[in-house]
T-cell receptor
């Protein structure tokens, strides 16, 4: 079974631009979560979606948004990029509930210049 | 707010030695705890998932214990190998569809 895939793998943007990252979960998984990883803050939760509904959201500004499609694929968008948004963005999927193992993708490395 | 702490931050051992990695959390009402491995610049690989009702989980050379009452989990890696060099992260869930991660322990196994 194919793992979690994320596209693109690398992105370079300039301040003020916006970016969209994509995540395809493991086939049959309905829950998708997003995390931001930086050297200073470590891994921080962004949001989680299940059946196109956002069930939880982390403490990030409104510039960070996401959505999930009917096929469980998910996208996250960051508008008005800031230098501090440079990070590895990781997507994770699981079958259903919190009791299930989270499977992570390889991440998208975003660099904001 | 759940705080997760991993000590030590880094560890270097000779090949063959057993590894002991510690994770502590402040809110004992956890739903489950997961241990992950992360290689430089890569995503996370799940190693073990322990449900709140379990005391330990084993997979090959890996064994993880969970003591909810004291807010601690320990990951044991037996007979370490150079390929075990990576950063190990623990993450806890309170049943709110998110994981709270520790900062990780970076392990170097010297050949």
């Amino acid at each position: 079974k194919a793992g979690v895939t994320q596209t693109p793998r690398y992105l370079i943007k300039t301040r003020g631009q916006q970016v969209t990252l994509s995540c395809s979960p493991i086939s049959g998984h309905r829950s998708v979560s997003w995390y931001q990883q930086t050297p200073g803050q470590g891994l921080q939760f962004l949001f989680e979606y299940f059946s196109e509904t956002q069930r939880n959201k982390g403490n990030f500004p409104g510039r960070f948004s996401g959505r999930q499609f009917s096929n469980s694929r998910s996208e996250m968008n960051v508008s008005t990029l800031e230098l501090g948004d440079s990070a590895l963005y990781l997507c994770a999927s699981s079958f259903n509930r919190d009791s299930d193992t989270q499977y992570f993708g390889p991440g998208t490395r975003l660099t904001v210049l | 707010k759940q705080e997760v702490t991993q000590i030590p931050a880094a560890l270097s051992v000779p090949e063959g030695e057993n590894l002991v990695l510690n994770c502590s959390f402040t809110d004992s009402a956890i739903y489950n705890l997961q241990w992950f491995r992360q290689d430089p610049g890569k995503g996370l690989t799940s190693l073990l998932l322990i449900q709140s009702s379990q005391r330990e989980q084993t997979s090959g050379r890996l064994n993880a214990s969970l003591d909810k009452s004291s807010g601690r989990s320990t990951l044991y890696i037996a007979a370490s190998q150079p390929g075990d060099s990576a950063t190990y992260l623990c993450a806890v869930s309170l049943g709110d569809y998110k994981l709270s991660f520790g900062a990780g322990t970076t392990v170097t196994v010297r050949a």
